[in-house]
């Protein structure tokens, strides 16, 4: 059994800042791969950012380049999403998501991989 736990949504105002944080719970293969969607509102759930737990290796979307940044402490078991420039088109559910490291040992976002290992969300509003 797996438990993933997002937390760390909110509501700002446009230009705001946000940190999500996940860390999951029970086994799963070492090292893996973790990562955060979005889905708003009526639209398809969007692959955001991921990376590799153990490399550090990060893919974010070209909607988020140069605003979010996916980071992990291992030390804590710990992943993060740092939200900077905050804009109303980010307002959405936020998912963590988690899956053992594919062959190839590339982490990635849909079509590319998917995951397995889902947390429940966290609500992230952005105001302008």
């Known amino acids: 059994q797996v438990l993933v736990v997002e937390s760390g949504g909110g509501s700002v105002q446009t230009g705001g800042s946000l940190r999500l944080s996940c860390t999951p719970y029970?086994?799963?293969?070492?090292?893996?791969?973790r990562a955060w969607f979005r889905q708003a509102p009526g639209k398809e759930r969007e692959g955001v950012a991921a990376i590799n737990i153990a490399s550090g290796n990060t893919v974010h979307a070209d909607s988020v380049k140069g605003r979010f940044t996916i980071s992990r402490d291992m030390t804590k078991n710990m992943m993060y999403l740092q939200m900077n420039s905050l804009e109303p088109e980010d307002t959405a559910m936020y998912y963590c998501a988690v899956e053992p490291l594919p062959v190839g040992g590339l982490c990635g976002l849909p079509p590319h991989m998917n995951y397995r290992y889902w947390g429940q969300g966290t609500q992230v509003t952005v105001s302008s």
């Open positions: 029970g086994y799963i293969d070492s090292p893996n791969c």
